[in-house]
């Protein structure tokens, strides 16, 4: 099938390099032609494992592009991944999605065209964009649209960091739509994902025992609805978590054991469940903000949403505070952050804890030093105040510190040479913040070991 994807980030890039190594034709629509000048020479501008392998796998089908004219006249599908960033009052902002369906109105000219929110929206956003794709297109074409396109909800469910493999072997595939014309248009265009009959990447292969992907097939405002309350479960786990863990700290239990255990009943599940200083990136604090303005809209309070989002900033708080009882004074001591992505596997800083922690630790006057293996450059970029404490060199992290904060769980982080890092520091002391390193080991090595949640 001929497919456009309009926008280039993590879900829009991820979708179309996707669709392409499925066998579809897909062109990609993006403003920013610095971006599209990279991806037209086989490069990425994000950090997702095996992204370009895939570019690579899926380049005589993909194609790259600044005008929309190029892209949307002959699609049978068009997918709208566009950025709806939160607004102050939790609310999305929707300017590059009314942008993005008055282009594609303009430009639709082929028989039938199904137009996919792949963005996160508001629920009742489908029955929005369809008025703005009619207005564009009467406007353009000086005449009523009469049945030339239909749009559907189409949400994604990807990690950062496994986004190609959540798009390849998903758990479901959520389709929303209230014309049974394009139900069937993106059946057939998701036929091969679900019956998992494609060959799969060498890099990337099948996991063991995974059969059919069943489709969700539903109303529009449920498969809006869909996403939200899936994030927002999401991040109530980790939220809970982190809860009880300040519990077990108090009583002197161990949350790491205290969430395996709850984790291995069936009714609960272990993901989602690992204790440290919560969650960060575009989705969970944009899309729980959102759930709870969309509640209001509607005079319905969301307490436990709210109550998960106040827990989650905590957790960064914590830090400092863990840290000013152990050091009793932070003004003038030496703290090391490693790692600054919000989780490990991309370079994305967007809400990440660190950069909270970094700035509450300058403000009560410490001098940090901060490292990432990936994203050090992007923060370079996106938060220049605090790039002058930068370092390219982990030990630099640890020479002369008062004290080393594991932010970003990345595998070389866990790999270092603990003991080596050890005799660099001042004082020893190391705060887990994502419960990931071997306490007794350190201990032996002589760090004193400290967490945000449990003993």
């Known amino acids: 099938m001929r497919v456009c994807v309009v926008g280039t980030g993590y879900v829009g890039l991820t ?8 066998g579809h034709d897909v062109t990609c629509v993006d ?30 089908r993909l194609t790259f592009t600044t005008d929309y004219a190029e892209a949307v006249p002959d699609a049978d599908v068009v997918f709208i991944a566009v950025q ?18 008055e ?38 074409h000086e005449r009523r649209s009469d049945g030339e396109f239909s749009v559907a909800s189409n949400p994604e469910f990807l990690r950062q960091g496994a986004a190609i493999q959540d798009t390849l072997y998903p758990d479901r595939v959520v389709v929303g739509s209230d014309n049974p014309r394009s139900l ?26 995974l059969g059919a992907v069943p489709m969700v097939s539903t109303d529009l405002a449920s498969a809006e609805l869909i996403k939200y309350a899936a994030n927002a479960f999401l991040a109530l786990k980790i939220s809970f ?25 069936t009714r609960i599940g272990p993901r989602f469940l690992q204790p440290g200083i919560g969650w960060g990136g575009s989705c969970f604090g944009k899309d729980t903000a959102a759930l709870i303005a969309t509640g209001a809209e509607y005079h319905h309070e969301m307490p436990i949403v709210t109550a998960a989002r106040t827990v989650n900033q905590l957790q960064r708080r914590l830090v400092v505070d863990r840290l000013l009882e152990e050091l009793r004074i932070l003004k003038g001591r030496r703290i090391g952050l490693l790692g600054l992505a919000f989780k490990p596997d991309t370079d994305d800083l967007r809400d990440a804890p660190a950069l909270d922690i970094a700035r509450m630790l300058a403000e009560r006057g410490a001098r940090i030093r901060l490292h990432d293996p990936v994203a050090a450059e992007r923060f370079r970029l996106e938060q220049p105040e605090l790039a002058e404490h930068l370092t390219g060199d ?16 990345w595998k070389q982080y866990l790999d270092l040479d603990w003991g080596k890092l050890a005799s660099l520091m001042r004082t020893p002391v190391i705060l887990d913040g994502r419960h990931t390193l071997d306490r007794d080991r350190l201990t032996k090595l002589g760090y004193r070991y400290l967490s945000v949640g449990g003993r």
Do not use: C
């Not at 920013?32 to 899926?58: C, F, Q, T």
């Not at 137009?115 to 207005?135: A, F, H, M, Q, Y």
């Not at 863990?245 to 291995?264: C, E, F, K």
């Open 184 to 209: 069937d248009v993106l059946n057939r265009l998701y036929r091969t994902l679900l019956n998992q009959t494609f060959t799969p990447p060498t890099y990337l292969p099948r996991p063991a025992g």
């Open 394 to 409: 982990v030990e630099d992290v640890f020479d002369d510190s008062d004290a080393v904060v594991l932010v970003t769980e």
């Open 241 to 265: 978590a982190n809860e009880i863990g300040q519990l077990a700290g108090r009583v002197g239990a161990d949350i790491s054991q205290v969430t395996r255990g709850i984790g291995l009943d």
């Open 15 to 22: 979708t179309g390099v996707s669709l392409a190594f499925l």
């Open 84 to 101: 709806t960033p939160s607004l102050p009052d939790g609310n999305p902002d929707l300017r590059y999605l009314r942008s993005a369906a």
């Open 103 to 140: 282009s594609v109105g303009r430009h639709i000219s082929g028989e039938f065209t199904v137009v996919v929110n792949k963005s996160t929206v508001p629920i009742g956003s489908s029955n929005w964009v369809d008025s703005i794709l009619r207005e564009s297109f009467e406007r353009t």
């Open 31 to 60: 403003l920013d032609r610095a971006k599209v000048d990279l991806l037209s020479g086989g490069r990425s501008p994000i950090y997702e494992p095996h992204m370009d392998a895939l570019l690579a796998d899926a380049a005589d």
